[in-house]
């Protein structure tokens, strides 16, 4: 997901608005395969269950998904998206969020990690998560 991480990191490069907050330009992040696991199991879930929501289809919430993971944290952000094919698609939908714009953006964070899911049978065809970390 090296795409995936350089996009959003172009997008950390620049300040900008996000939903009329302005946004400093941040630091790049880091990718982070603890992160990235947790949002791959999030991604799989909605696609395999043909739903799309931050709750899973067992409950669970983000914090409980990256603590499976093991990934120790003192902050967490996720964002998720479906419906796109690419990067670059689904990067630019979040940020026309402002919610996820400013998850993207705030410099609370310094890990990330990432799944995209396609199943041709549900709704939306592309469930993008990621999961943005500080650790402890």
């Known amino acids: 997901m090296?795409?995936?991480l350089s996009a959003i990191n172009a997008v950390r490069a620049t300040a900008r608005s996000c939903g009329g907050t302005a946004m400093p330009a941040a630091a790049a992040?880091?990718?982070?395969?603890?992160?990235?696991?947790?949002a791959e199991a999030h991604s799989t879930d909605m696609a395999t269950h043909n739903f799309f929501s931050h709750t899973g289809s067992n409950g669970s919430n983000?914090?409980?998904?990256v603590d499976a993971a093991g990934y120790v944290w003192q902050a967490l952000a996720e964002n998720i998206a479906a419906g796109n094919a690419s990067v670059a698609a689904t990067v630019s939908q979040?940020?026309?969020?402002p919610g996820h714009c400013q998850a993207m953006m705030s410099a609370t964070y310094v890990h990330v990690g990432g799944a995209c899911r396609y199943n041709a049978s549900t709704?939306?065809?592309?469930?993008w998560t990621i999961d943005l970390g500080k650790p402890f």
């Open 2 to 4: 090296n795409e995936l």
């Open 29 to 38: 992040l880091s990718w982070n395969a603890l992160l990235a696991h947790a």
């Open 62 to 65: 983000m914090a409980q998904r």
């Open 94 to 97: 979040w940020v026309n969020s």
């Open 123 to 127: 709704q939306y065809g592309y469930y």
